[in-house]
């Protein structure tokens, strides 16, 4: 009863979409705030409509902007300007892939509507957004209405009619990962008063969990999720890798569900990162869709599914397809084979699968954890034996697997929080099928990964810290 006291409801009521151009709701079981007609959008003065004007953002990668209404993060996102760009103006927002915009600051209580400008860029197909809001200063997110449809040239408004009690904050997020892309502009919110402007997030009461959910707006059930999405590289780029196709051997792809640093000439990762709290943890069921990359440059060689076949080596998850459930495009990401090494299967199965279950167990405490998985050396022994190439030479079979887990109770500034909370765990195995199930016979120092790989893990902490940390060997429970 006493959590009760700080959920904040959210109850945005309806949707509705005007334009020439159609515009679909794609259905989704019940969606977990319902929708009904409302009428068409009208802008209203004040700090919103958010144009894009003010932004100058030219690439997709990840990062934060100020705009004019406030600081947005945008991830598989840029800010566009060319004649392909639909939008009202010279800028507007476009979105690839499962890219997404954020407001890293809330707008005041009491916004009564949202209108929302989409169309495809230039002749690409239609693709698929939702709108999710939150009332908790970003920490718990919900869906708004139903996932909505956008195709051709003809910007549509999609209004969503209702009111909050707190203070809202906003994300969009592109759901399908075709090679549809998405402009969207004139984000409006209209209070009571008029446009709404941003304000500064409402400070959590004593006591307030930190994964608080909010509750349904109507009797239908809805799943909220804890809503920091961190950054996957908040802890380093522990090779330097880059977006540069002249740097095959340590080329950087940063993707909406991990990071990772790709060795072309190895066919796998040299290391991929990720974030794991409440905000990956849903119901999507595991895809199994196994394909290449098409975020490689054109002169990589892609690794196919078929490099495995026959190899006697399991197609391993770095991130694995469990850590990433919230929806089916982010589980569907982990199949992608820039995120796959040749593992021995008892490896995979049973000695990184029961570690992966014990960190989703520790989530599911109230922790959260960044992850970093890598592989090294040359020769592994699979089912049919030794081996250290698969596909005519173009996949290297790793020697070792491992990885380093930093756990710390779910917050915020966790940088900062990590010297003092944090909990860092090292594994390191054997790729072969001999290896123990018992995964904590394998714990190491952060200190030994790195002078096995030549890596430079927990860079962005200070030196001091990464000194006291890399070096311990974890002993605490692993039960």
């Known amino acids: 009863m006493a959590r009760l006291l700080f959920l904040l409801p959210l109850t945005l009521l309806a949707c509705s979409q005007q334009s020439e151009t159609a515009h679909t709701a794609l259905p989704s079981g019940p969606p977990a705030i319902p929708v009904q007609s409302a009428g068409p959008a009208a802008q209203a003065p004040g700090r919103f409509p958010e144009t894009f004007e003010a932004g100058s953002k030219g690439a997709y990668a990840s990062a934060d902007e100020a705009l004019t209404t406030g600081p947005w993060r945008f991830e598989d996102a840029l800010i566009g300007s060319s004649e392909q760009d639909h939008k009202n103006g010279q800028h507007a927002a476009r979105l690839r892939g499962l890219g997404r915009l ?31 809001g939150s009332v908790d200063g970003g920490r718990s997110f919900r869906r708004i209405g139903p996932p909505v449809r956008t195709q051709g040239p003809r910007l549509v408004v ?16 592109k759901t399908d990962p075709g090679r549809g892309r998405l402009n969207l502009d004139d984000i409006v919110l209209e209070t009571a008063t008029g446009a709404a402007g941003p304000a500064t997030a409402p400070a959590a009461g004593p006591g307030t969990p930190a994964g608080t959910s909010l509750p349904p707006a109507t009797t239908r059930q809805a799943t909220a999720v804890v809503s920091s999405r961190d950054d996957h590289l908040a802890l380093g780029n522990p090779s330097g890798a880059t977006t540069s196709p002249d740097n095959p051997g340590n080329y950087l792809l940063v993707k909406p569900q991990f990071a990772l640093s790709y060795n072309a000439g190895r066919g796998t990762p040299t290391w991929v990162s990720w974030h794991l709290n409440r905000a990956w943890m849903g119901t999507a069921p595991r895809q199994d869709d196994f394909r290449p990359d098409p975020a490689l440059p054109r002169g990589f060689y892609a690794v196919t ?32 084979m820039t995120n796959m090494i040749p593992q021995a299967g008892n490896n995979n199965q049973r000695t990184w699968s029961s570690l992966e279950e014990w960190g989703r167990t520790q989530v599911s405490r109230g922790q959260e954890i960044y ?45 900062v929080r990590i010297p003092t909370q944090a909990r860092v765990l090292a594994v390191d195995t054997p790729n072969d099928n001999s290896v123990s199930p018992d995964w904590s016979r394998y714990r190491v120092s952060v200190d030994a990964i790195e002078a096995a790989t030549g890596l430079d893990l927990l860079s962005k902490l200070p030196v ?7 070096a311990g060997v974890d002993k605490g429970p692993t039960r």
């Open 464 to 470: 001091a810290v990464q000194a006291r940390l890399e």
């Open 158 to 173: 999609t209004s969503f009619e209702g009111g909050t009690a707190g203070a809202l904050r906003l994300e969009i997020r």
């Open 305 to 336: 599914p078929r490099s495995y076949s026959g190899s006697g080596f399991d197609r391993g998850h770095n991130c694995p397809s469990a850590d990433r459930t919230t929806d089916l495009d982010d589980n569907s990401a982990t199949f992608l």
């Open 371 to 415: 992850v970093i998985m890598g592989s090294y050396g040359r020769g592994g022994t699979g089912t049919a034996g030794l081996a250290t190439t698969l596909d005519n030479g173009r996949v290297t079979v790793p020697a070792r697997v491992w990885k380093v887990l930093v756990l710390l109770p779910e917050g915020s500034d966790d940088l």
């Open 102 to 132: 954020r407001m890293n600051f809330d707008a005041p209580a009491g916004v009564r509507a949202i209108r929302i400008s989409a169309a495809a860029y230039g002749d690409d197909p239609a693709s698929t957004w939702e709108l999710w």
